[in-house]
C-alpha cells in the first residue's frame, strides 16, 4: 500500500523529537528526498516547531494524540515508519505499537524499558510478522553516552 509518508516524526514538539525533525529539516531536501511529516498533539505547537527548525513552510503536521487511539491508527496508516519519542513507552507507547502492528506500519523508538518492550513483544509479535510490521526498540538509546563523548571530543580537537 502506498503511504502519504515516509516517515513520521511522533513527539516533534519534545526535546528529542524536535532534534530528529530539525535533522531532517537540514539533512534531507530536494526531490530525492524522503517524504516526512512531524506529528503531535497541539497543531500550534508543531507550527512553532516547524518555522523555529526552518523546514518548508509546507512540511505536513500530523495530529496525533496517544491517549486518542483512533488518531494513532490514522498516523500510521499515513506512513511507512513511525519515529517516536513519546515516553515514558510504558504509559504512553501501547496503542502506538498496537496500531503499527495493525497496520503494518514500522516503528522506531528510544525506549529503556525492557520490560515493557518484552511485553509489546509478547502482545504484537505475531501481528507484526502477519502485516510486515518491523518494531525497532531502544534504537539509539545506549549510543547516547557514546555520541556525547565524540562530541565533546571533536569539540576540544578544534
Same mark, same amino acid.
Given at each position: 500500500m502506498k503511504r502519504d509518508f515516509d516517515l513520521i516524526v511522533y513527539?516533534?514538539?519534545?526535546?528529542?523529537?524536535?532534534?530528529?525533525?530539525?535533522?531532517?529539516?537540514?539533512?534531507?531536501?530536494?526531490?530525492?528526498?524522503?517524504?516526512?511529516?512531524?506529528?503531535?498533539?497541539?497543531?500550534? +505547537?508543531?507550527? +512553532?516547531?516547524?518555522?523555529?527548525?526552518?523546514?518548508?513552510?509546507?512540511?505536513?503536521?500530523? +495530529?496525533?494524540?496517544?491517549?486518542?487511539?483512533?488518531?494513532?491508527?490514522?498516523?500510521?496508516?499515513?506512513?511507512?515508519v513511525i519515529i517516536t519519542t513519546v515516553g515514558p513507552y510504558q504509559l504512553h507507547g501501547p496503542e502506538l505499537v498496537a496500531a503499527c502492528a495493525a497496520t503494518g506500519t514500522g516503528y522506531v523508538d528510544l525506549c529503556g524499558e525492557p520490560a515493557w518492550m518484552r511485553r509489546m513483544i509478547d502482545a504484537h509479535h505475531e501481528e507484526a510478522k502477519r502485516t510486515g510490521a518491523r518494531i525497532v526498540f531502544s534504537c539509539g538509546f545506549d549510543s547516547i553516552p557514546f555520541d556525547l563523548g565524540v562530541l565533546t571530543l571533536q569539540e576540544k580537537a578544534r
Open positions: 513527539g516533534a514538539t519534545g526535546y528529542t523529537g524536535r532534534l530528529i525533525a530539525e535533522y531532517l529539516a537540514t539533512s534531507y531536501r530536494g526531490d530525492d528526498a524522503p517524504s516526512w511529516a512531524i506529528a503531535g498533539r497541539s497543531t500550534d +505547537k508543531l507550527q +512553532k516547531v516547524r518555522a523555529d527548525i526552518g523546514a518548508p513552510d509546507d512540511l505536513p503536521l500530523v +495530529k496525533a494524540d496517544a491517549a486518542e487511539p483512533a488518531s494513532l491508527r490514522s498516523m500510521c496508516e499515513r506512513a511507512a
